[in-house]
């Protein structure tokens, strides 16, 4: 389940398909193809940014950065001035680690560590600064890029 957590933090997305208060990762999945397929229209994103973001690769155009910010606002953890909304990424945290109070502890660590960060005022380098953060703090945490999600 901790390694679910870096999901969240890598991709900067925080899954909120939820059974009753049981997490479903299928559901989560589904509704992740889903935004992302809407946000890839939005932003003009490419096949080739979707295969970065899914592959838990840094960006490597403006688009696939926009890609981000855009599911970062689908999901409500990134707020219209371009800020990470982190009382929202507690919430979504807490129904993937079904509140287990160990998990919980590590999620709010990285929350918390990313949340004051510096960002670009342009949303989708600030999607990527996030994301930069979420991954160097997931790694202090011992949480390696080798998770199933």
């Known amino acids: 389940m901790a390694k ?3 999901v969240l933090a890598v ?9 009753r ?12 193809k889903t935004k992302a ?12 940014d979707i295969e ?14 926009c890609l981000r910010a855009c599911l970062m606002k689908k999901f409500e953890v990134m707020n219209d001035s371009g800020k990470f909304v ?16 160990d998990k919980m502890k590590v ?20 999607a990527e ?3 930069k953060c979420f991954k160097q703090q997931a790694n202090a945490h011992g949480i390696d890029e080798s998770y199933e999600y």
């Open 4 to 6: 679910l957590l870096v």
């Open 37 to 48: 397929a809407e946000c890839k229209t939005e932003v003009g994103a490419t096949d080739t």
């Open 21 to 32: 208060g049981e997490f479903d990762k299928t559901a989560a999945r589904e509704k992740l």
């Open 129 to 131: 600064d996030y994301g």
């Open 86 to 101: 982190s009382d929202v990424a507690l919430k979504h945290a807490e129904k993937v680690t079904n509140g287990a109070a």
């Open 11 to 19: 991709m900067c997305i925080v899954a909120a398909a939820v059974v």
């Open 107 to 126: 999620a709010t660590e990285i929350i918390n560590a990313c949340a004051g960060i510096e960002v670009s005022s342009d949303h989708c380098q600030a």
């Open 52 to 65: 970065e973001l899914v592959g838990k690769k840094p960006a490597s155009t403006m688009e696939g950065k």
